[in-house]
């Protein structure tokens, strides 16, 4: 490990997650793109077949029934990254990601709960005219960290 990542963890969840499907997708993404650890709030993970790699039993996994709860277990030092199609997040190709951070993405029909937009340090969103997959939109932005020079 280089001294460059030396000091870096990152860790990416659902809020009120819709489809267990979609959770087994983005937990075999992180594990496979590095992430140090899931999580859920809201609804729970259930174990499922897109889990291929069984991801949920080789990475720590979270889960909190409320936001608040959530966020008062943040990490030390780690930001909250939001993950949201809104006029006031910063574009994904130009965001520098943080060192130490938690990514947090919203179930399809509703995204983020307001109370997680305005908590969140940043707010990031992808060329996009639509929600995506939330499966499919962590996995963007996980591919987007891995090719990103992070923030000090």
Not at 2 to 12: A, L, M, Q, T, V
Not at 62 to 72: A, I, K, P, R
Not at 122 to 151: C, M, Q, T, W
Request: aromatic residues 12%.
């Amino acid at each position: 490990m280089s001294d460059n990542f030396k000091n870096e963890f990152f860790g990416i969840g659902i809020q009120n997650g819709k489809t267990p499907e979609n959770l087994g997708v983005l937990w075999r993404t992180a594990q496979n793109l590095g992430a140090s650890f899931i999580f859920t709030i809201g609804n729970r993970y259930a174990k499922q077949a897109s889990d291929t790699h069984d991801a949920v039993k080789a990475m720590p996994y979270f889960h909190y029934d409320t936001f608040d709860d959530f966020f008062s277990n943040l990490p030390k030092g780690a930001r909250l990254v939001g993950v949201e199609l809104t006029d006031s997040a910063e574009a994904l190709e130009t965001f520098h990601h943080p060192r130490r951070c938690v990514y947090l993405l919203g179930a399809e029909d509703h995204g983020l709960s307001k109370q997680a937009i305005e908590k969140s340090h940043f707010l990031v969103k992808f060329k996009s005219e639509l929600s995506l997959n939330v499966a499919v939109a962590g996995s963007i932005v996980l591919y987007d960290r891995g090719i990103d020079k992070p923030r000090s």
